[in-house]
């Protein structure tokens, strides 16, 4: 295992769920971390343990503005002089059929999951070039497979890996790890922002079905493939609950 002490890290959708939970992981370990996300106020509920001195600095970020990523970038590279790992995580799973969508649910996904998190890469890859860093993307159960009501999500996640994949044979030879985390059912609000109110109730249910997983088991995930010696990349890591079967 290598030591992050000291390291920098950008974690986009640090404002909840597993974004919150890998900032304040990523600073239990000692790195600096640039958390950010649109909620401010969220992000100022992030604490960071001071233990191996570890520090969560929060930026106000939207994904899908390109100008506000690359001011995301520069700020942490302004504060803290280097740019180590990337967590490339903000992300909104607005699901339901296509027949009854409304489609600016569908431009949400795919401005936040798939071109927002584009930016981030494009806007990040120089820094990482510079230090040999690594860039974890998270994906999801639903970039491996797509299933009734959940089209357009599963699309941006399928997007998700394939940009991914392109982007590791394009940088690994230089030193930059791209990893891709595809997590099953996580407990955290995700779900809950789903527009179509009988999916929201359908989706609720599903999850209150399994015992999901914790926004923590995900951050020690990326705990683990960022502690990896630099010749090791973890390219691909899928967790499920144990009681998810697709
Ligand atoms: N929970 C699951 O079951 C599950 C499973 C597989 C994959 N995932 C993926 O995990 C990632 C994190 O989701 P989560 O489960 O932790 O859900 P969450 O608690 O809803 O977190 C989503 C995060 O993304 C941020 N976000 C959304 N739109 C954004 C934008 N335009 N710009 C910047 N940040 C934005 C949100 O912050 P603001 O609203 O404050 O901007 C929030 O911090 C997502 O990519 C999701 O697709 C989740």
Not at 133 to 159: E, H, M, W
């Amino acid at each position: 295992m290598q030591s992050l002490e000291g390291k920098v890290a950008l974690v986009t959708g640090a404002s909840s769920g597993i974004g919150a939970a890998v900032a304040q992981t990523l600073a239990g370990a000692g790195m600096k971390v640039v958390a950010g996300a649109r909620r401010t106020e969220r992000l100022a509920e992030l604490t960071a343990t001071q233990e191996y001195g570890g520090e969560i600095v929060t930026v106000k970020l939207d994904v899908t503005d390109e100008q506000s990523v690359r001011d995301a970038v520069a700020t942490t590279v302004e504060r803290f002089g280097r740019l180590d790992l990337v967590v490339n995580n903000a992300g909104v799973m607005l699901v339901g059929p296509v027949q009854t969508a409304d489609t600016a649910d569908w431009n949400r996904m795919v401005q936040t999951n798939l071109l927002g998190s584009m930016y981030v890469a494009h806007a990040a890859l120089p820094h990482l070039l510079e230090t040999k860093g690594t860039l974890i993307q998270t994906s999801s159960t639903s970039g491996r497979s797509a299933s009734a009501g959940n089209g357009v999500y599963a699309a941006t996640k399928f997007g998700v890996n394939a940009f991914t994949e392109a982007l590791r044979q394009e940088v690994t030879a230089q030193g930059v790890r791209v990893v891709s985390i595809a997590p099953g059912m996580v407990d955290t609000e995700l779900a809950s922002h789903v527009t179509d109110p009988q999916i929201l109730a359908m989706a609720a249910k599903l999850y209150a079905s399994v015992r999901t997983l914790s926004p923590q088991d995900i951050a020690n995930a990326v705990l683990y493939a960022a502690t990896q010696p630099d010749h090791v990349t973890v390219n691909e890591l899928t967790i499920r609950p144990t009681d998810q079967v697709a």
